[in-house]
């Protein structure tokens, strides 16, 4: 045994937005702990820290329970029965069926599913995709289940999901107002909490609306505003009411910049009743939309309401900014759109300290990215409509979001899940799921590729063994905010017979007769390096890949804190938005030649969605249910790490209400339950949440009874796969539920 440690400098590759720092302690080939950044490094900067989730990688990927060779399913598919084979014959069985179901279905019947267990610039779904599109083409898809609804909600309105300012303008703000977001949990970057915690050092107050008492709250000390999930729109509307009756709106801005506000400023051809403001003042329907309107659906009181909206305007430069929680919601788009109008009406878009609400991408930096031929299939479906694309894709179209022509021309037969887990426990509806992919002459071929034997490995055909972060090199990019590129670097080498996706894929290619054009003669880590000096040619100040290798960090130093929409707002006559009409569409009159199986305004207004409070439904499930990311986890990864379990153990949360109503006490176990699906779970009983309100952290790894009860608390049990109106997007927070005690 030698006695010299070696540190390799590493990060996190998951779809975690911490991008921390790891340094590996090697010695003789093994990894004896895990440190993060100290600082001595790197160049000054906001630190990356890692949190438990980092500093456990190790745990959770070196474990006894990888999977250790490529097997074959023998059993009823899902059932998990599979035997050992060897590389060659799981190679060979997939290149078989590749080429048979391109040749039977055309190759649009081909898809790679959506999975993020390898957020990498060189990650197993793009190669697998790449590919593809050398053989003919897949079935492609837009959106993402992280940020559907607020994306194209953004897009539909600013024309841009670029409505973010660099986090560090936020202290020049006199009001953050955190809606639906929680970013001592949600890792988003390592810069959101970093500057919060500095805002609220300088005495800039942080509201917190959300139906949780989240851990922002908590280490933020913010005041928090409890709401029923899926209203938030509502209170949106009555806050914009407020405005409207205090003489606070902006209407300087409203002319200058947006169209739709009032009467005198709708799109030509649309009738100037259908204006924003003749819905808030009721002249549309009625009905006013006051605090005292909004408390009845909200749950938060008129009052508080009122104030907020007074304190929004009124501190000026102020921030609204939505997490992308509440827009994970069955009618997700609404909000994102009443949080946008507010910007507007406060004139808080485009200047410094203010903020555009909406999606809030922000880069300075071009980011790296694996060179992706043509998909010569040019059918593109919303990613939460995968199942619905295996049951009925060609008569899929319009009015299911389908992208690129009017139906496809096949069915999904062929689905690639490379370190994913949407195929079963991240989608919604799991036991839908199930039945889907249970019958073999649906979706006739899955290939799964993970560490572990997840609930979507049970379902593959073939399962093949991948290997972590630890195994091989990387390149990955910053989320949300922060101006780096981060190296993952090899510390170990590959456990078992586990193998990075693009050593199969190539095989496959091979077989296929495409070797040369897959790989263009490059290694794995000649990619690395390729596609790091294409990112040097417009990153000049980017050192050489040895030294970034060395370092496992790159911070840029050129940063110029940019303010979205600056120009556009100063003058848009010269910078129009990038919409149809050139300015912030308030009124969208796009959406009124498009086809909707849910009703989609063409304004930011509360429609009551299907399993709301407003719901019929809650006389039979009068619980809403609402689910979040917890610090454990990063999705459904670590939740087989016992380190992990303490930091958050699974568990209902309930209101101490709703539990004596049920005779249910702290600990005890409790049935989840509704049409879809049951969980079997201890409640955890807390006034952190908003009474007639329950919540399960997504992510937990599904672990069905003989009976189908859920054992493991995995709320996509319990969720619907029905699609949001415009965004088609996941609405998976949304659901009504009851619970009863278990003797
Ligand atoms: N620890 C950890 N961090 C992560 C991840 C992870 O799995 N674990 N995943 C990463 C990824 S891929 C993503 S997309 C992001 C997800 O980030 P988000 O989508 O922002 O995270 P959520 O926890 O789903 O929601 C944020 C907050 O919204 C609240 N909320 C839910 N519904 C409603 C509602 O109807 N109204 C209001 N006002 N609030 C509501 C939740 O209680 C929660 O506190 O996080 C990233 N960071
Ligand atoms: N109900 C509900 N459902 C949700 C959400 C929600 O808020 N509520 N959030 C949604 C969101 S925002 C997202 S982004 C999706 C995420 O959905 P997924 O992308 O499916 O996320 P993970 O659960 O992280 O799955 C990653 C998989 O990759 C595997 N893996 C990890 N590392 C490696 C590796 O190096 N190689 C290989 N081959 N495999 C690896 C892991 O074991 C795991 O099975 O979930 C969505 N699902
Ligand atoms: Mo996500």
């Known amino acids: 045994m030698s006695d010299e440690i070696k540190i390799i400098h590493t990060t996190g590759r998951n779809n975690c937005g911490g991008r921390c720092i790891i340094h590996a302690h090697v010695r003789d080939g093994k990894i004896l702990r895990l440190t993060t950044d100290t600082q001595e490094c790197a160049a000054p900067g906001v630190p990356l820290t890692a949190c438990a989730r980092g500093m456990n990688y190790h745990k959770t990927f070196l474990s006894e329970d990888r999977l250790r060779y490529p097997m074959k399913r023998v059993g009823r598919r899902g059932e998990g029965k599979f035997v050992r084979i060897d590389w060659d014959e799981a190679v060979d069985t997939i290149a078989r069926e590749w080429i048979r179901i391109r040749d039977t279905y055309g190759p649009g019947s081909r898809y790679v599913n959506y999975s993020t267990g390898v957020s990498a610039v060189f990650r197993p779904d793009r190669l697998a995709m790449r590919l593809l599109s050398l053989d003919g083409g897949f079935l492609s898809y837009y959106n993402s289940y992280s940020s559907a609804c607020i994306r194209q909600a953004s897009i539909l309105m600013y024309g841009t999901g670029n409505t973010g300012n660099a986090p560090e303008d936020w202290l020049n703000s006199n009001l953050i107002i955190l809606w639906g977001h929680n970013p001592a949990a949600t890792k988003f970057d390592c810069e959101t909490m970093y500057y919060l915690r500095k805002a609220r050092d300088k005495g800039i107050p942080i509201v917190v609306v959300d139906p949780r008492e989240n851990e922002t709250v908590r280490q933020l000390k913010a005041e928090w505003i409890p709401i029923r999930p899926a209203t938030d729109s509502a209170m949106l509307d009555a806050m914009a009411w407020v405005l409207v009756q205090e003489g606070l709106v902006d209407h300087e801005f ?284 417009s990153e000049p100040e980017l050192p050489d890949y040895a030294v970034f290798k060395e370092t496992g960090i790159y911070r840029y130093k050129e940063k110029h804190g940019g303010v979205a929409f600056e120009m556009e707002c100063k003058d848009p006559e010269r910078y129009p938005f990038p919409t149809p009409s050139g300015k912030i569409e308030l009124y969208s009159d796009r959406v009124n030649h498009l086809a909707f199986r849910d009703p989609f305004p063409p304004i930011p207004r509360y429609v009551a969605p299907p399993e709301g409070p407003q719901d019929p439904l809650t006389q039979r499930y009068p619980l809403q249910l609402v689910g979040w990311h917890t610090p454990r986890r990063c999705h459904s990864i670590h939740d087989n790490n016992l380190a992990m379990h303490a930091i958050d153990p699974q568990a209902l949360w309930m209101h101490p209400k709703d539990a004596a109503s049920r005779g249910i006490r702290d600990g005890d176990m409790v049935l989840v339950f509704n049409d879809r699906g049951k969980t079997r779970i201890p409640a955890h009983l807390t006034e952190r949440i908003m009474p007639g309100v329950t919540a399960l952290s997504q992510g937990a790894w599904y672990d069905a009874d003989e009976e189908g009860v859920d054992r493991g608390g995995s709320i996509n049990v319990l969720t619907s796969s029905h699609p949001t109106p415009y965004a088609h997007g996941n609405g998976q927070h949304t659901n009504l539920v009851e619970v009863k005690k278990l003797s």
Not at 284 to 302: F, L, Y
Not at 372 to 399: C, H, Q, S
């Open 254 to 537: 409203l002319d200058r910049c947006c169209i739709g506000f009032d009467p005198d400023h709708m799109p030509l051809g649309v009738d100037p009743g259908e204006s924003v403001l003749s819905y808030l003042t009721g002249e549309q329907d009625g009905v006013p939309k006051t605090p005292e309107w909004a408390e009845a659906i909200t749950g938060v009181s008129a009052a508080v309401i009122r104030n907020l909206a007074i304190r929004y305007a009124t501190a000026r430069p102020s921030i609204l900014y939505q997490g992308w929680g509440p827009q994970r919601n069955a009618y997700g788009e609404q909000c994102v759109r009443g949080g946008i109008l507010l910007a507007c009406m406060t004139g808080n878009v485009g200047i410094h300290g203010g903020y555009a609400c909406g999606a809030g991408d922000y880069a300075e930096h071009k980011r790296p990215s694996l060179p992706m031929p043509k998909n010569p299939y040019p059918y593109r479906i919303p990613v939460f409509l995968w199942t619905d694309a295996i049951l009925r894709g060609t008569e899929m179209g319009a009015a299911d979001g389908v992208r690129g022509g009017e139906h496809p021309l096949s069915n999904i037969k062929m689905i690639l899940n490379l370190a994913g887990n949407t195929l079963i426990n991240q989608h919604g509806d799991i036991n839908r799921t199930k039945e889907i992919l249970s019958d073999e002459l649906k979706c006739e071929f899955i290939v799964c590729s993970d560490l572990f034997m997840t609930a979507s490995a049970k379902f593959a055909d073939i399962l093949l063994p991948g290997i972590s972060m630890f195994e091989c090199d990387n390149i990955t990019n910053p989320w949300q905010y922060g101006e780096f590129l981060g190296c993952c670097n090899k510390v170990i080498e590959p456990l078992y017979e586990g193998r990075f996706e693009y050593e199969w894929l190539s095989e496959v290619a091979e077989r296929l007769g495409l070797r040369q054009a897959f790989t263009e003669g490059r290694t794995h880590s000649e990619w690395l390096e390729y596609i790091y000096s294409e990112l040097q040619k």
